[in-house]
């Protein structure tokens, strides 16, 4: 079982910048690959990013790379996701989410999920 808390949402003008953060805790909570995926209403949950367990591997949907960056500390079982001019349709809430079994894109095969922190981008 893990549990996992997202912190850092806000509301941040076009072209500025947010930190996630994603506290992981419960048994082996190092031991999965965490991701980030984000939902509007009425819309599925979109793939972000990922993270290997020892953070060697990264992965990043097209619309984010280039300005987003996740990483992880294990030592605070904290996962981050460092996202930078940020654009109106970045605006979603942000879920993380651990899945065993590792690296993947589809949010489905993710078995624990965080509540969410919502992202506002202003134009």
């Known amino acids: 079982q893990v549990q996992l808390v997202e912190s850092g949402g806000g509301l941040v003008q076009a072209g500025g910048s947010l930190r996630l953060s994603c506290v992981a805790s419960g048994r082996a909570s190092n031991s999965y690959y965490i991701a980030w995926f984000r939902q509007t209403p009425g819309k599925e949950r979109e793939f972000v990013t990922y993270?290997?367990?020892?953070?060697?591997?990264?992965n990043y949907a097209e619309s984010v790379k280039g300005r987003f960056t996740i990483s992880r500390d294990n030592v605070k079982n904290t996962v981050y996701l460092q996202m930078n001019s940020l654009k109106p349709e970045d605006a979603a809430v942000y879920y993380c989410?651990?899945?065993?079994?590792?690296?993947?894109?589809?949010?489905?095969?993710?078995?624990?999920w965080g509540q969410g922190t919502q992202v506002t981008v202003s134009s």
């Open positions: 989410a651990a899945n065993l079994g590792g690296a993947d894109f589809q949010a489905r095969h993710y078995g624990y």
């Open positions: 993270i290997s367990q020892s953070g060697a591997t990264t």
